[in-house]
């Protein structure tokens, strides 16, 4: 073989083998469009894309989390895999461990990300930067939503620490956005800054900050998260899942019979004759909050800012008839007939109502529930969930105890990454 | 021994520029010497039945021929003198005669070859730098071969694959018209990339994956493109210790297809007509009771038989192959229709084949392949799929539409257009006896254009939704081997170098428009919110490799060769990968010692290694441009990246041995492998709080997979009038992780698919759930999660058999697949909602009020409102399929007055009966495709089919 080659093909051979070796290495040089490359998000021109894209992040928390926070706080009622109740309440888990569900902490740290990279592209620039403002805001509603559900806090793969952390880290982002929005002079972001902050501060127990942040805020005001119904993974969950798959209902829930009782058009129901919720079972009751997939859900909003100041009279300085007094107006500015209350106590509850009729389906309960120590005696909402619970023979289910009530844990996923949670 | 010059210095200078060139150049000057012909019949031994496609060949000389219908040949222009004629055929053993050729003059020669399962010169491609002789090749090789495919009821050539060959395991996925299979050679031995073996079609690289997924939660095969009725032969080599020489991908194993060739003579037409009928007898446990029809009056029936039909095959198909001295020629037309057992279910396909060979001058031939296919689905919405049909009717009155289910046959239209176009030529380039190099460029190009509409005004999307997708795949191969035969005395070495590329190039554009402005057909441009997916991905690998193969006095064999191989999707810091291979095979039977009951008798070793490339985007830290904030353009984090990323690499150690006894009528062969896949591509769970929330690749894991082969062929009747035989296949496989990297236990589900996880010292993948601790208690069920089985089958059993009586051919083939398990979500979901026939009693216990009153194991198999739990349904998927029966009679020619040449009618049936104690529709039927796990939900079961056939050759 040997005499052969060298007889035969001692030069060919090797400008055979130099070719094929040249073709080798050149043709696994493959470059596939498509997707971006960390490095090039590093330039000016990258920012807005990348703000953006803090903020598509905080829809997908919204849409992946938003709807089990619904059914696990009395919002809504979940048929089949939609009821997380069955999943949560018993132990499974896996029951919360979506990729959408996980998509909280991503945005919390996509925001974290974008945040540092901004400063270190934009220098100086960027304490006078509209899109540093809007970045903070996205971050703030970000840790909002983590600090009001999750049991505990975790940051960029850190050791669990106490869930205050994410709502001091909300706050922050908050104040940052104030300060540049003031400086920038754009009031509509100044706004979602300050009530973002005051409904933070509510939750860290600063109630003449967040008072002092609300009253900023006109009671018109509105910054949502925003929603868009041709695309997947912006959609509206809590729409199309009323009404389009049915795999979530009112039915059975506070606002079930508040809708029944109440033409009130911030909570309004309808009950169609020929749609069932997606087990078959009737009857499948609509939300009127949202009638399409491209809907927004408020995030920051003026009325809001007025129920933390009547929480703030009822609960800090026992001016309870002045905080009733607000939360009827808000009432009465709906057209609905308003609350009443003989005293603190019963005073109280009519907020706790009116909260969850102003914020419902905008995934704010869990701040509420934890500050208020989610016991179905105090809270009208749940003592209807629970009440429904219990009425419901097939479920088995005992209502949670200790964290699991009151709080989300952490997703398998993030127990099994993680190695500083055991 | 006449020897040709092996290159002219003129031929030298024209290498240079590249071995292409040189393929198609370099021409060396024929013999002017005088010449004379050959001509004769092969037949087979016995029955004398001619063997059509026999190989007639010269080897000295290089010319050669196959046999025509009547097993007739013809070699023109053969040099004067004494020459040594071979004649081939697979499955029979190879016969070589000497006979003395005049000038000017036609010498007869006739062949009677002996049929055989174990031919050890039968001439192999596959997995071997050059062609091989079985006795060579160390590792074992599946064949399955023209009378496999001829007398058994094929209707796809996925059918052809199906039960033929141990450890090749392929299961329909669904009863759909289009589907495709699901194919697995010794089990799944990667976590993510895939456990398709590689495909070939004579020489060419062909889309392997599944096309991408249709609203039947199915999905049509590539594989199915090609016309069953146009294979030769297909040959499969199972695992790394046989795919060294493909590198990078082919760990798997490799499945090539040889389509058949054209031969000298006159044109023989072969014309078939088929017609057949399909249907599924009955889906479900069956049993609703009265108690449930009287509390939903009215009821549908849970499944489905009021939509059940009888389905309608048929297929019409014409070849011709025929040729001359230096060419030949095969082409083939075949049209099929196909209606499903639901409304609106449909098939229909058109393909063409060309193929064909000449020899411009006596070292060259040249062969070209060219097949091209259409095929036009009709799906309807099945699977797990709120907007599914079956879905929606199984569930009864506890679905998403009430009594509203025909809306998802009126309501929806899903369409898919499949043009598939596979190409290639063969240069091959014989100066010599002792030299020989070959070259394929072959190019596969796959086009899918997908549809869907929920059209204006429908139940569930009342604004209407289009989905239109473009998918497209093209596989470009360059492959060029050379081998330098020499032999001394007694010592045979082989000698081959090779190079190849494969470039594979996936196009994928999909828009979905929603919130149409009316009724009417519309198009993406109709509805007023419209979104688009594009992917560009590239994919190359080229390596580069060697081979000696030393052989000692024709009965002992040592191969020793080696890959280098780089590939697009290795890390920037990943380099070549280098994988080596090593056999040994022994035909022992050639030692005086041996005894002469076991007639031939082989032992072979093989260990090689081999690997499978990480995804295009694994190795770099990537971001995705999403729509964000309404529709604004934005990113997201993709892939975390790791720069380090390199391919999976299994390692294989295969032994077996093959013996014939009892004249032949008795063949054993037997294999042992033992393959390591080590690097593994891991999907490692990312800890969400660090932004990355999708998986990312990483070389972590480590799996075994172990298992024995037996193939048994046995003639238990041979004589003039008679032959009957019956083959066994049997083989088991089982599997276990050793390592997971940091994560041990890695769910492989998602909230709504529960129990499947990859996990250590277990098999991949495998099914937990959950064991109830107290079963006999009236009480709320106590569980705790159990380890239930693995998802793939442990054992596999094929027996088959054949009776030939002179006109009349029976055939028959029986499969069994065991060891495994599977969710059958369709039982637990009706169980939940109360509908699940065997839970009635206890459903209406729970109505009543009285599930206090209820056991434990009532509860945990029966309770409704979600209390029945999955650990209930997974079920063993044991079961045996009678895969095919056919019987042929070939009709007398004196019947037919010789104006219709020859006729032979057939009746076949496919999957006629099951047997299987799994819980759900169908032990085949599965959800996702082709993805690693595997579950039912509300799934088509696989139908039976009958056809009768007329073929005729003329």
């Known amino acids: ?422 | 021994m006449k020897t040709r010059p092996i290159f002219s210095s003129a031929l030298s200078s024209r290498l240079i520029p590249s071995v292409v060139a040189v393929l198609l150049f370099a021409a060396t000057t024929p013999s002017l010497a005088q010449t004379g012909s050959i001509s004769g019949q092969v037949t087979a031994s016995g029955d004398l039945r001619p063997i059509v496609g026999a190989q007639v060949s010269i080897p000295e000389t290089g010319l050669g021929t196959l046999t025509n219908s009547q097993g007739e040949f013809l070699i023109v222009n053969v040099p004067a003198g004494l020459q040594r004629v071979t004649a081939q055929m697979i499955g029979y053993s190879t016969e070589t005669n000497e006979v003395d050729v005049s000038s000017g003059a036609t010498v007869n020669l006739d062949f009677a070859l002996n049929q055989t399962a174990l031919a050890l010169d039968e001439i192999v491609v596959t997995g071997t730098a050059g062609a091989a002789r079985r006795r060579e090749i160390g590792n074992s090789i599946g064949s399955i071969r023209s009378e496999t495919l001829e007398n058994e009821t094929i209707l796809s050539a996925q059918d052809a694959i199906t039960g033929t060959v141990p450890s090749l395991q392929v299961n329909m996925n669904g009863g759909d018209p289009g589907a495709g299979g699901s194919i697995r050679i010794r089990g799944a031995n990667s976590m993510t990339q895939g456990n398709r073996p590689l495909l070939y079609v004579d020489g060419v690289r062909m889309e392997n994956d599944l096309f991408p997924g249709s609203m039947s939660n199915q999905a049509a095969s590539p594989l199915d493109d090609i016309n069953p009725n146009d294979i030769e032969r297909i040959e499969v080599i199972k695992g790394a210790s046989a795919t060294t020489l493909y590198g990078t991908e082919a760990s798997g194993g490799v499945i090539q297809i040889f389509t058949k060739r054209g031969q000298a003579g006159p044109p023989q037409w072969t014309a078939e007509m088929s017609q057949g009928i399909s249907h599924v007898g009955s889906i479900g446990p069956g049993g609703e009771s009265a108690a449930y029809l009287e509390k939903y009056p009215g009821a549908e029936d849970l499944f489905m038989r009021q939509w059940l039909q009888t389905g309608h095959e048929q297929d019409y198909g014409l070849s011709v192959r025929g040729g001359a001295e230096a060419m030949n020629y095969f082409l083939s037309g075949h049209v099929s229709d196909q209606t499903g057992v639901l409304p609106q279910q449909a098939s229909s396909g058109l393909s063409l084949r060309g193929n064909l060979g000449f020899n411009p001058v006596p070292s060259l031939t040249v062969q070209f392949t060219g097949s091209a296919s259409q095929r036009n689905i009709d799906w309807i919405p099945l699977g797990n799929l709120a907007k599914g049909f079956s879905l929606n009717i199984m569930r009864g009155p506890h679905d998403y539409v009430a009594d509203a289910d025909s809306v998802f046959l009126t309501e929806y239209e899903t369409k898919e257009n499949i043009n598939h176009f596979i190409t290639g030529t063969e240069f091959r380039f014989n100066p010599s006896a002792n030299f020989n190099a070959k070259l394929n460029l072959g190019l596969d190009y796959a086009d899918n254009d997908y549809n869907r509409t929920e059209v204006f005004g429908s139940l569930l999307e009342p604004e209407g939704i289009r989905v239109a997708r473009r998918w497209t795949s093209q596989t470009r191969t360059v492959d060029l081997q050379s081998t330098y035969v020499q032999t001394i005395g007694a010592l045979s070495t082989n000698t081959s170098i090779g190079f190849q590329i494969f470039q594979n190039k996936r196009l994928q554009v999909q828009g979905t428009s929603r919130n149409f402005a009316g009724p009417g057909n519309p198009t993406l441009n109709t509805g007023s919110s419209q979104t688009t997916d594009e992917d560009r991905l590239e994919e190359v690998n080229a390596g580069l490799f060697v081979q000696e193969l030393l052989g000692l006095a024709d009965k002992f064999f040592l191969t020793l060769g080696a890959r280098v191989d780089g590939n697009s999707a290795f890390g920037e810091d990943y380099g070549l990968q280098f994988y080596p291979k090593a056999s040994l095979s022994y035909v022992i039977s050639d030692e005086s010692f041996w005894p002469a009951a076991l007639e031939t008798s082989r032992l072979r070793f093989a260990y090689g290694e081999s690997g499978k490339a990480p995804g295009y985007f694994d190795a770099e830290r990537t971001w995705n441009p999403i729509s964000s904030l309404g529709g604004l353009p934005g990113v997201t984090p993709s892939t975390r990246g790791n720069p380090e990323l390199g391919p999976e690499r299994s390692k294989e150690f295969e032994g077996g041995f093959e013996i014939t006894m009892l004249q032949n009528r008795l063949i054993v062969d037997a294999s042992y492998y033992h393959q390591t896949t080590d690097n593994a591509l891991i999907e490692l769970p990312q800890d969400p709080s660090t932004g990355f929330v999708s998986s990312q690749i990483d070389n972590a894991g480590s799996f075994i997979n172990k298992g024995a082969e037996l193939a048994i062929d046995a003639t238990l009747v041979s004589t003039n009038r008679l032959t009957w035989g019956v083959g066994i296949i049997g083989s088991t496989m089982t599997s276990e992780i050793l390592e997971l990297g940091a994560t041990p236990s890695i769910f492989l589900g998602g909230s709504l698919t529960p129990g499947m996880f990859a996990r250590e010292g277990f098999p991949l993948p495998a099914y937990w759930g959950a064991k109830l601790l107290n079963p006999n208690e009236v009480a709320a069920p106590e569980v705790e999660e159990q380890y239930i089985g693995p998802m793939y089958p442990t054992r596999t059993i094929s027996v088959s058999s054949f009776l030939n009586m002179g006109r009349l051919r029976a055939n028959a083939r029986v499969e069994h697949q065991g060891g495994h398990y599977q969710l059958s979500h369709t039982a637990w979901r009706n169980a939940q909602r109360g509908v699940w026939p065997p839970c009635f009693s206890v459903a209406e216990q729970i109505d009543a009020g009285n599930l206090s009153q209820l056991t434990a194991q009532e509860r945990f198999e029966c309770g409704s409102s979600f209390i029945a739990d999955w650990g209930a349904y997974i079920s063993p998927m044991d079961f045996i399929k009678l895969r095919s029966v056919s019987l042929a009679y070939d009709v007398p020619a004196n019947l037919l007055g010789g104006r219709m040449g020859d006729l032979t009618l057939s009746l076949g049936g496919r999957n006629l009966w099951t047997t299987s104690d799994y819980v759900g529709v169908d032990p085949e039927a599965v959800d996702d495709n082709d993805s690693l796990t595997r579950h039912e939900y509300y799934n088509m079961p696989i139908p039976r089919v009958f056809t009768f056939t007329v073929r005729s050759a003329f």
Request: hydrophobic share 40%; with cysteine.
């Open chain 1, 1 to 422: 073989m040997m005499k052969f080659i060298k007889n035969n093909m001692r030069w060919p051979r090797t400008a055979v083998l130099v070719v094929l070796a040249g073709m080798a290495t050149s043709a696994c040089d493959v470059v596939n469009p498509g997707r971006i490359l960390d490095a090039d998000l590093s330039q000016e021109g990258a920012l807005r894309v990348l703000v953006n894209g803090i903020g598509g992040d905080v829809t997908l928390a919204y849409r992946g989390l938003g709807w089990n926070l619904e059914v696990l706080t009395g919002g809504l009622t979940g048929t089949s895999a939609y009821d997380s109740r069955i999943r949560h309440w018993r132990g499974n888990p896996n029951a919360l461990d979506a990729e959408d569900y996980n998509s909280a902490w991503a945005a919390g740290w996509v925001a974290d990300q974008g945040i540092a990279r901004m400063q270190e592209v934009l220098g100086g620039e960027f304490n006078n930067s509209a899109l540093a403002a809007e970045a903070y805001v996205w971050g703030g509603i970000a840790y909002r939503l983590l600090g009001e559900s999750m049991c505990q806090a975790v940051f960029d793969g850190g050791a669990p620490t106490d869930r205050s952390e994410y709502l001091e880290r909300a706050e922050e982002y908050f104040t940052s956005a104030a300060e540049i929005a003031s400086a920038v002079g754009n009031s509509s972001l100044r706004n979602a800054a300050l009530g973002g902050r005051a409904s933070v501060r509510i939750n860290l127990g600063d109630w003449q900050g967040a008072v002092a942040d609300a009253q900023q805020v006109p009671t018109a005001y509105e910054w949502a998260v925003i929603m868009h119904g041709g695309d997947t993974r912006e959609r509206n969950e809590i729409f199309y899942e009323n009404q389009r798959r049915t795999n979530l209902n009112v039915r059975y829930s506070f606002f079930h019979s508040y809708g029944e009782e109440f033409d009130d058009p911030r909570a309004d129901i309808v009950i169609p004759t020929d749609v069932g919720a997606a087990d078959g079972s009737f009857p499948q009751v609509w939300h009127t909050k949202y009638t399409a997939a491209g809907d927004d859900v408020p995030a920051v909003k003026g009325t809001e800012m007025r129920l933390i100041e009547a929480e703030y009279y009822i609960t800090q300085t026992g001016e309870w008839q002045r905080g009733l007094d607000i939360v009827n107006q808000l009432r009465a500015d709906a057209g609905v007939a308003p609350w009443t209350a003989s005293n603190q106590a019963e005073a109280f509850t009519a907020l706790k109502k009116e909260r969850a009729i102003v914020l419902w389906l905008e995934h704010r309960r869990g701040g509420d529930l934890y500050r208020w120590g989610n016991t179905a005696a105090g809270d009208p909402v749940l003592a209807k969930m629970y009440e429904n619970v219990a009425q419901s023979d097939g479920h088995e289910l005992a209502i949670p105890q200790g964290e699991r009530a009151i709080c989300l844990p952490f997703s398998q996923t993030l127990v099994s990454t993680n190695p500083n949670i055991s």
